[in-house]
């Protein structure tokens, strides 16, 4: 197999392309920054398309490794012939390879291996012939032989049909048909192990669905109900599919032969290709449901790592509790921890007026302009309060709940230790929640992006390929915003390409040892970070008010020299950058235009794309990108209860979680309400992510409210 011919064809991209990127990703450059600074190699492939491209190589290398292993095995067999090579040669995918492989695969004893060392493999073979004046009872009176213990000729004609029935089952072409009809006509049905027992998989206790249409969704709460022993689960066919599949096959007409053979087949299906298949069938929708699941994680903590950050604001974490109250964190612009306390608003060490002294002071003293408020316990009586509160102040402070999910984890850990040895593992949390208002990736990145909770069913997915797949959204996410090299805590530090923890470490080891970074070639006096590493990291490392104005830029070093002749071919200075009064960068961007990008491109010796970049970048030195994104809904006056909500009402809410039957949105009243997928828009949609995103502000109509079990259904349809 050609691969990259293979994977150009697959992604519909040229083949130069293909080659471009793959050879870069051989030579160990990372996704972030193949995507930012190889534009001109790879066509501008963006970070999601060179990750896919990336696992597809990694399986089809698999893929080729593989065949080659078995085309060794079966010649080391002297078995190999021309018609097995090029079915080999022409597999597409493993589970093809390995069908190819089974009659060759050593095995573990069977019936079928037992009858042939018993010397029955002649007689099977003389069945199979069908002869229609053959007697197949005569001929297996020839192979009694008590010593092998074969006593009679039915031993030795049950012997031989084992071996057809395992001969059946191991053909590939049939088992390749087999599957594709379980695939096509399959039925998946679950069972309850107790009808009687209550348990949140009574849905699943006598469910059935066509394997072709079932959703992931379903798929995986079949698997963990089976896993819990509260369902009992089953793929099955139209009775006889899979027996009238092989008999076709194999059974050449109704002869005593031919019936035995039939008898074979039938064993064969039930007792070897059928079992098999189901668990393949299994496995194969239980993957499928995990990578969507995982996608469907993955988009949702991009959004959610990428929400915009209320920047320049003094903020008031507020981490709500019942009995061990309500943990208060001040923290300034910079994220840096101003004061703490414990309030307590709600039973049983309710002192309501305590809690405003604090609070209002807090407000007052360090010019507190936003309150984030943790969206666990308490939360509910935690927001009452702060909006209560507000309306009695002068000041003008806005809040938002934001997901506390993973700050107890974060609390407790030993980077939470080292960053706040001095607080308490409670007041850590109200620190975090406060900062997650303020710079949501800065702070996200330091919990394990599993214990962050948006998405379904994360804690059942493989954790090796979700580890992989969730630390790419993050480095992603990371690179594509950059990072400050003078403020970076070293967990956002290791998540820049080409850094590991090691040299994150080394980075803020030095930078507190030296003083802050003026310049980014200073990177290169970091223990353990070479040439390699500085080529792949220095573009995303920014340094604010440093020596050259471009090193708080994305610009590469690499392309610095590119940068100066633009600015030189426009008629300004470097100084210039950023400079709003004279508007040079403005008028940089409107002399490219009209000299023509691809033109002033040659001239520089660079390509059009990074002269794009260039540009943008001479446009707004140090820019984040999620500054052009919507802001995040803040709240300031009054709040709901559930029992207010009725049907009708119009609100404006925030898309807190996407899964794949809807959206669950925030209004305001701590429990969260779901838009089905049936409800997101007037147009038809496969998948709610193509209509909403994590963070996304929408409105939205109550359509019913039940009281009892908490749940709010919403629409977000025109009425």
Do not use: W
Not at 138 to 149: R, T, W
Not at 186 to 206: P, Q
Not at 267 to 275: A, E, M, N, S
Not at 714 to 719: G, I
């Amino acid at each position: 197999m050609d691969i990259n011919k293979t994977l150009a064809q697959e992604f519909n991209l040229r083949q130069e392309q293909i080659d471009n990127t793959v050879a870069l990703i051989d030579d160990d450059k990372t996704i972030p920054f193949i995507a930012r600074y190889r534009k001109e190699l790879t066509g501008s492939l963006d970070d999601q398309i060179l990750r896919e491209i990336s696992d597809r190589l990694s399986y089809l290398r698999n893929l080729e490794k593989r065949k080659e292993e078995i085309i060794s095995s079966i010649t080391d067999q002297e078995k190999m012939t021309d018609d097995i090579m090029t079915a080999v040669e022409k597999a597409k995918t493993l589970v093809e390879v390995e069908d190819i492989y089974r009659p060759f695969k050593p095995k573990r004893k069977t019936r079928a291996s037992a009858a042939r060392e018993r010397g029955l493999e002649p007689l099977a073979e003389f069945v199979m012939e069908q002869n229609v004046k053959a007697d197949p009872d005569s001929e297996a009176q020839k192979y009694i032989d008590p010593e092998k213990s074969v006593e009679s000729a039915n031993d030795a004609l049950q012997g031989a049909m084992d071996i057809i029935a395992e001969n059946v089952s191991d053909d590939a072409a049939l088992r390749k048909y087999i599957r594709n009809l379980f695939l096509q006509i399959g039925v998946i049905s679950s069972k309850a192990a107790d009808e009687n027992a209550e348990t949140v998989y009574e849905n699943y206790y006598d469910f059935s669905e066509s394997v072709r249409k079932i959703a992931g969704h379903r798929v995986l709460a079949i698997d963990r109900g089976e896993k819990e022993g509260v369902l009992k689960v089953s793929v099955d066919m139209p009775e006889g599919a899979g027996e009238r599949a092989c008999t076709s096959k194999f059974v050449k007409n109704d002869s005593p032969c031919g019936k035995l053979c039939e008898t074979a087949c039938t064993d064969g299906y039930k007792r070897l290709i059928y079992p098999s298949i189901e668990r393949e069938i299994r496995a194969e929708l239980s993957s499928n449901a995990q990578e969507g699941a995982i996608k469907v994680f993955s988009s949702n903590l991009r959004q959610l790592l990428m929400q915009p950050p209320v920047k320049n604001t003094v903020t008031l974490g507020l981490d709500p509790g019942y009995a061990h109250g309500c943990k208060t964190a001040v923290v300034d612009e910079t994220g840096k921890v101003l004061d703490t306390a414990i309030i307590y608003v709600t039973p049983p060490r309710k002192d309501i007026d305590r809690a405003k002294r604090i609070i209002s002071g807090f407000i007052k003293k360090y010019g507190v302009t936003t309150i984030a408020i943790g969206n666990g316990t308490a939360s509910r009586e935690t927001e009452a309060f702060t909006a209560e509160l507000l309306k009695e102040i002068p000041q003008k402070v806005s809040y938002m709940v934001v997901s506390e999910a993973g700050a107890s984890v974060y609390s407790a850990s030993k980077l939470a230790a080292e960053e706040f040895p001095d607080y308490d593992v409670s007041l850590r949390s109200a620190v975090s929640i406060a900062r997650r208002l303020q710079d949501p990736l800065a702070e996200l990145v330091k919990i394990d992006p599993k214990a962050i909770g948006v998405g379904q069913y994360q804690h059942d997915m493989p954790k090796a390929r979700m580890d992989e797949a969730l630390k790419g959204v993050v480095e992603d996410c990371v690179n594509s915003v950059g990072v400050d090299l003078n403020t970076a805590s070293y967990s956002l530090l290791s998540y820049i390409s080409g850094i590991s923890g090691t040299v994150a470490k080394n980075i803020v080891a030095y930078r507190e040892e030296n003083g802050a970074f003026t310049e980014r070639k200073q990177l290169m006096k970091v223990p353990k970070l070479g040439a390699k590493a500085f080529e792949q990291c220095a573009g995303f490392l920014r340094v604010q008010g440093g020596k050259n104005p471009l090193d708080n830029t994305a610009v590469h070093p690499e392309s610095y020299k590119a940068a100066q002749a633009l600015i030189d071919k426009c008629g300004f200075s470097i100084k210039d950058m950023g400079n709003a009064n004279i508007g040079g960068v403005k008028q940089v961007s409107e002399k490219v235009n009209r000299i023509g990008v691809s033109k002033l491109a040659e001239e520089i010796g660079i390509g059009a794309p990074t002269l794009a970049d260039i540009v943008k970048e001479l446009e707004k030195p140090g820019r984040d990108p999620r500054d052009e994104l919507p802001p995040p809904l803040m709240r300031s006056g009054d709040i709901m209860e559930l029992k207010d909500l009725k049907p009708g009402m119009e609100l404006m809410g925030t898309v807190r979680n996407v899964i794949d039957f809807g959206a669950f949105v925030d209004i305001g009243v701590h429990e969260d309400g779901l838009v089905h997928i049936s409800q997101i828009c007037d147009r038809f949609i496969k998948h709610p992510l193509e209509a909403v995103k994590v963070g996304d502000v929408v409105k939205v109509r109550v359509l019913d409210v039940d009281l009892k079990k908490k749940r709010i259904s919403l629409t977000m349809k025109n009425p």
